[in-house]
């Protein structure tokens, strides 16, 4: 699976940018998908995680309630959007995939297989 991360860019604190992550294959709905990011001098961390039918989720607590992840299977596009975005939100932001069970939502970076090349997010404060 081949995967497009897209819809980065520089925004204020307090406002919002939806992320788009394009699949190249058909068995992408066979495929769990999960947001991480990784800002200078970090390790990658888990943002969000959606399972292959799109009925369950997972967040990081940094981002519960600000944060919502959907997907469209027939498009082959997974989505994050982003609301009420911190200045502590800066960093590249990764979409990734891997075929699961029904309601899986991995978490860790080393469960995933296949990966975007990741979008810029720049928050102003």
Known sequence: VQLQAS?????????????????SERTF???AVGWFRQS??????????????GTTTDYADSVKGRFTMSRDNLRKVVYLQMNTLLPEDTAVY???AVFTGWDMVPQRNMEYDYWGQGTQVTVSS
């Open 94 to 96: 990764y979409c990734a």
């Open 29 to 31: 709905s066979a495929n």
């Open 40 to 53: 200078p001098g970090k390790e990658r961390e888990f943002v969000a995680s959606i399972s292959r039918s």
């Open 7 to 23: 819809g980065g860019g520089l925004v204020q604190a307090g406002g919002f940018l939806r992320l788009s992550c394009t699949a």
